[in-house]
């Protein structure tokens, strides 16, 4: 913890001596051409700092003073005026729109609110909150004809309908932090088949080495057959963000991931019941980086790529039972329960598109497409096996890959 608190610590004076250092080069070469420079009376300035004050050459109009050590305008100083201005706040990567109140008179600097490239004068950023809530609807690709049945398959998953949370604050112009959660994606597939005395099942025994039978007689001639087929996905970030002007949007942070699967097969015949299940969890636990680029296509309207990856350790188990039910013949009766852990490495790709409209000063609607890529992990069918042995489902597959895409509609706040 320690460690990290100075590396913060120090990343933040870096980039803020930075964007002083240019900040006031800039303004001290303005000065030199506009011949004006000054202080100004209580401002605490470090040995060898002081405050610029200059012309706007296109406007005449007076810029206002600005501390070199908070990264902001002077409030109410004699250049300002006599009112209070809003600047163009942060940009829409974030959706900020400067609505938060700053002392900087814009409309003194350039012309109309905005002025140097949006950021308000001298690119002084107050600081502020987002929340971006997202609705996706995603559909998990791959899963198609899942069966234990000779009879019958189960079709593939349907796009279902999440969400993601963002809850952000920006600090001045350059970073920040956000927490997000992407979930309550909960695909499921179901079916069944009655047809007496006429369903088989693919299940069979190794009937090579007598010591590895196990009877399965009661799967075939079914009555009657059912399958279940279920996956969900939650996400949980916590992530450092860095902004580059309007157009950029740097982050790493850290991220949990949570997938699962639930597999059921139940047979039914004149002797009873029989039924495989498996339970798959993956318990992703990483760091990621991200990207976000944004475009002006007009006023108010902006194009949006998205891009995140991230390396994970998988944290994966396997839960798995057999049942061969046969009340007649009690002695043919036979139960299989497996529980199983493995640890593996994982990795994870998102990239999206999307256009952004800004319909008000805190308000941004958009709409777009993703896909995700999720590589090395643990699902249903590499659990389990047509061949029923003693030690069935005693290990974890954990090396399948998944895809997702789906469509995504959100809102953006300010305050």
């Not at 929340?131 to 796009?159: C, H, M, P, V, W």
């Not at 006429?198 to 399965?216: E, G, H, Q």
């Amino acid at each position: 913890m320690y460690r990290s608190t100075m590396t913060s610590n120090f990343r933040r004076f870096v980039f803020s001596t930075l964007m002083g250092m240019s900040v006031c080069c800039a303004a001290s070469a303005n000065a030199q051409e506009s011949g004006l420079a000054g202080g100004h009376e209580g401002i605490q300035l470090a040995p060898g700092e002081r405050i610029i004050r200059s012309i706007d050459n296109e406007t005449g109009q007076s810029i206002p003073l600005y501390d070199a050590q908070t990264n902001q305008p002077l409030e109410r100083s004699s250049a300002l005026g006599s009112g209070v201005a809003t600047g163009a706040g942060h940009g829409p990567l974030h959706g900020h729109s400067g609505h938060h109140p700053s002392d900087c008179a814009c409309s003194q600097c350039a012309g109309a609110a905005g002025a140097y490239n949006g950021l308000g004068c001298f690119g002084g950023c107050a600081p502020g909150y987002y929340f971006r809530a997202e609705a996706l609807y995603i559909k998990r690709s791959g899963d198609e004809g899942q069966t234990l049945s000779r009879n019958f398959q189960l079709s593939e998953f349907d796009y279902e309908l999440g969400t993601r949370l963002t809850l952000g604050r920006t600090f001045d112009c350059l970073d920040g932090y956000e927490f997000v959660y992407s979930g309550i994606f909960d695909w499921g597939n179901s079916g069944s088949i009655t047809n007496p005395g006429n369903l088989d099942s693919v299940l069979t025994t190794d009937l090579v080495n007598p010591a590895n039978t196990v009877n399965v007689d009661t799967f075939a001639n079914a009555d009657f057959q059912s399958l279940r087929y279920e996956a969900e996905f939650h996400s949980f970030e916590m992530n450092r963000t860095y902004r580059g002007w309007d157009v950029v949007n740097m982050l790493y942070g850290f991220r949990y991931i949570d997938y699962s699967e639930d597999f059921g097969f139940n047979s039914t015949n004149g002797a009873g019941l029989s039924s495989v299940r498996n339970s798959v969890e993956n318990d992703l636990l990483g760091a990621q980086v991200g990207m976000d680029l944004a475009y002006p296509l007009g006023e108010r309207l902006w194009s949006l790529f998205r891009s995140r990856a991230g390396a994970f350790i998988n944290f994966a188990d396997s839960s798995t039972s057999f049942v061969n039910g046969d009340a007649v013949n009690p002695g043919n009766q036979r139960t299989i329960t497996a529980y199983e852990e493995d640890t593996g490495l994982t990795g994870m790709i998102e990239i999206g598109g999307s256009l952004r409209y800004r319909v008000g000063p805190a308000l941004a609607l958009t709409a777009g497409y993703e896909f995700w890529y999720l590589a090395n992990v643990a699902t249903v069918p590499s659990q389990i096996s047509p061949v029923v042995v003693p030690g069935y489902g005693a290990y974890v597959g954990n090396d399948e890959d998944i895809f997702f895409h789906g469509a995504v509609f959100g809102a953006e706040f300010d305050f």
